[in-house]
């Protein structure tokens, strides 16, 4: 029996245990993933605990994916991102890695973006902000970075090839001629309530929101008002972990079981 498992504090919401359960049953695999939810002063322990116990592969949640970028050999995107959101225990030493960057990537190129030479206006600059950032601009896109706070857009513009940065103001600007946005902000999530005006949008653009709970936020209520393709969260959410599957296991991930148990859950 295999194991894997989502780390994390806390993880009781998490709908990664019946995604990657989904993926075990559809291919007959002998595996179980399951959630643990240590102390913050813990963390340490608890990787080299898993690493111990056989632990084939975690996921890592709030508040451990900085922490744990210095408890494992992270890979060179993880690096730079200053985040780990996959554990792979199959080397000598436990692999850190950030599948949220791939998971975006292929969100979007699933609803036929095309990211080469895109133009990408991505609000928010904490975990998501960053992995979103540095995948696009990896896949051949040029990156807006638009925050709140300015100076955390700045430090990451300055680290992202090509990227620029602004405040949440007069987006109109940057989205007149762009292709793609995104929302990796968390606005949407508590209220009914978006971070990009509606008169912003128009119909030549592919919008994908993080937030998953809604699924259909105001932004892509929006967006599909002005004509334009929307992606919700669940798909980045279902591809970081289809991304991870097909790390620790090295198949290729059943996409539609895991989807289905995903989205009959939100
Ligand atoms: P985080 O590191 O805490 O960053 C939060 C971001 O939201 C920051 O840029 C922050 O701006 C901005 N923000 C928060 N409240 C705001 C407000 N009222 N107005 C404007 N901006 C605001 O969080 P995170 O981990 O990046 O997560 C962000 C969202 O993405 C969450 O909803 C999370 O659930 C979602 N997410 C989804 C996936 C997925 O797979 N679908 C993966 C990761 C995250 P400041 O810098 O100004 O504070």
Redesign the pocket.
Known sequence: MDVFGLIGNPVGHSLSPPMHEAAYDDLGLEARYVTFEPASDEIEDAIRGADALGVRGLNVT?PFKRDVLELVDADELAARIGAVNTIDFSGDAPTGHNT?AA??LRALRDHDVDLEGADAVI?????????ISFGLADAGGTVTIA???ES?ARELADEVPGASERG?ENLADPLADADVLVN??????EED?T?VPADALHGDLAVMD????PLETRLLRDAAAAGATTVD??W??LY?GVEAFELWTGREAPVAAMNEALRSRL
Do not use: K, W
């Open positions: 709030i949220d998971g975006a609000v928010g600059a904490g975990g998501a902000g960053r992995a925050n709140r706070t955390t949440l990796a902000t968390s606005v949407g999530m309530a971070p993080a937030v998953y709970r969260g669940a980045m959410l970081q």
